[in-house]
């Protein structure tokens, strides 16, 4: 049977720094993230709230999504953070209008 | 800023409870010890025979912890009573924080049976926080034996508070929202950093609830209790901005103390107690990478009469003999001959072992060497024992000269006696 694939990851992916704790049977809890801006600012994000997390695939690749709500310089955004496995990579993923990127990895 | 969630779980009866898991699960006992009255007390032979733990069954004959055995055995001639473990509490206190931090990672020990978690951001692990108390109550029963308490709150005085309600085996809330229903209407002593001095104060000026003193204007707290009339009026509003600090402070002393079996009348035995005492606080210090700059002595008389007195050492240090010959000196400036019941040693103002010796021009004292001689002793203690080496003047020879030791003090003493430390259960009597 096929798995279910979410094909291209929509909106816009930007690499991030996370600190994650793990329980002992693998749940994460991301607990602060860095990451660059555009200026090339440093971001420290530590307070986080997490929605809701699933387990996804995006071309094929398995990703861990964490939706999220953070606080950033003040402001509150809703963002994704996604843990690829195989690559052992964090992302960020900040919603943005229509017209999206294609995933990149 | 998203509301912070904030556990404090409180072992019920720690000493008892644990002493009566280890008893059924190890020990072979019959007995619950939970279900009848009993306590874990001290020797009095030893002059520690205070009530250290008690049962519920025995909380409603009236005993009380801290009261002496004769005292509690009055009030409750069946009183079961229990030799301390100390060995035993630590195993399971580490036992006890280990498994709360599968919760979460920010675990504040606040005693041997008490923790802070900060639970901020773990919703989407262990759901909603009265679901994480409950399930988290579970499995410290399931896994461990014993039952705790559990306060949720959105800070930790208020988690500490609502830990405190109906006893055992429960979890409470007290959210900020709940504070005028659940902790208002009670007593002013009940809340945290009231004592019986404040309460006392407090009764004076007509405060006699939590809500009271909550609705008291701040100016006329502070102009009675100062600072402390402030910080009480915060916490009576449910006001705590203290943070979950899972790595705890470095020590700003240390100390040990200890009540001697008899009433010390001659110096050399006073003296002997000190080097004693100086063993263990130094070799502590070693252990934590750090020396000493201040030493002080504290002596409590035969008649409970407290006197102490320190000075600054020459150069910070944690040589064994170097604190001894402090702290003999000043016992020597401090003892007036009074029959002496308790000792106590302390260094204080604490620096890096790393940090330099001022040379003083006339003493020949080889340092380097007595500090390697103190690191080979503790490497050999650690490997064999503290038994295994021991200064000349502790050894017992009971014929021949005189021994220094006849009293036989025990030469690493202090904080807890070897005999709360473990208990050979081949000789008590298990029910």
């Known amino acids: 049977m096929e798995e279910a694939d979410a094909g291209n990851v929509r909106g816009m992916q930007i690499p991030v720094c996370c600190d994650c704790w793990f329980t002992r049977d693998g749940k994460g809890m991301p607990r602060l993230i860095k990451f660059q801006d555009d200026q090339e600012q440093i971001h420290t994000v530590s307070e986080i709230q997490v929605l809701y997390q699933e387990q996804k695939r995006y071309c ?46 | 800023m998203f509301d912070k969630t904030i556990f404090h779980i409180d072992v019920n009866s720690a000493f008892l409870s644990w002493e009566a898991v280890h008893r059924l699960g190890h020990r072979g006992a019959r007995l619950d010890l939970r279900t009848v009255p009993s306590a874990v007390g001290g020797d009095i032979s030893m002059r520690h025979g205070i009530i250290l ?75 909603d926080p009265v679901s994480a108390a409950e399930r988290l109550r579970n499995q410290v029963r399931q896994e461990l034996g014993f039952t705790v308490n559990i306060g949720v709150s959105q800070n ?56 009271d003193l909550a609705q008291t204007s701040p100016d006329i707290l502070r102009a009675h209790l100062k600072k402390h009339g402030e910080v009480i009026w915060n916490f009576a509003n449910g006001r705590d ?36 005492l100086a063993e263990t606080v130094a070799s502590r210090m070693r252990k934590d990478g750090v020396k000493a700059e201040m030493a002080a002595v504290g002596i409590k008389d035969f008649e409970f009469h407290y006197t102490g007195h320190q000075r600054v050492l020459q150069s910070a240090t944690n040589i064994t003999q170097e604190i001894h010959r402090a702290a003999v000196q000043l016992f020597d400036e401090l003892w007036d001959g009074r029959p002496v019941r308790h000792l106590g040693l302390w260094a204080g103002r604490i620096r890096e072992a790393e940090c330099s010796r001022q040379l003083i021009l006339f003493d020949g004292t080889d340092y380097e060497k007595l500090e390697k001689m103190d690191m080979a002793v503790d490497d050999v203690r650690r490997k064999f024992g503290i038994d295994a080496i021991k200064r000349a003047a502790f050894v017992h020879t009971g014929s021949g000269p005189k021994s220094l030791n006849e009293n036989n003090i025990d030469h690493m003493s202090g904080g807890i006696s070897r005999e709360r430390r473990h208990v050979d259960y081949d000789k008590v009597q298990i029910l």
């Open chain 2, 156 to 211: 930790k005085l208020l988690a500490k508070m609502a830990s405190d309600f109906k006893k055992p085996d429960q979890v409470h809330t007290l959210f900020r929202e709940e504070i005028y229903d659940k902790m208002w209407p009670l007593p002013v002593e009940d809340l945290f950093f009231v004592g019986r001095a404040t309460s006392r104060k407090l009764y004076n000026m007509g405060i006699h609830t939590i809500g």
């Open chain 2, 53 to 127: 733990a008690k049962s519920i069954p025995a909380k409603k004959y009236g005993v009380r912890t801290g009261e002496s055995i004769p005292e509690a055995l009055q009030k409750c001639p069946e009183l079961v009573i229990v030799p301390p473990n100390y060995e035993l509490y630590d195993k399971t206190s580490k036992a006890f924080i280990e498994l709360l931090k599968e919760y979460t990672p920010d675990v504040e020990q606040y005693s041997v049976d008490e923790a802070f978690a900060d639970m901020t951001g773990t919703a989407g692990l262990w759901g």
């Open chain 1, 60 to 105: 094929g690749l398995p990703s861990v999504e964490y939706a999220c709500r953070i606080v950033d310089g003040g402001r509150q955004k809703d963002v994704k953070l996604m843990f690829w496995p195989q690559e052992q990579k964090w992302s960020m993923v900040i919603s943005t209008p229509p017209g999206t990127v294609a995933c990149e990895q």
């Open chain 2, 241 to 276: 901005v203290s943070v979950v600090e899972k790595d705890p402070p470095a020590n700003k002393s240390y100390g040990n103390s200890t009540t001697i079996a008899f009433d010390v009348t001659d110096p050399g035995t006073a003296k002997m107690v000190l080097l004693a």
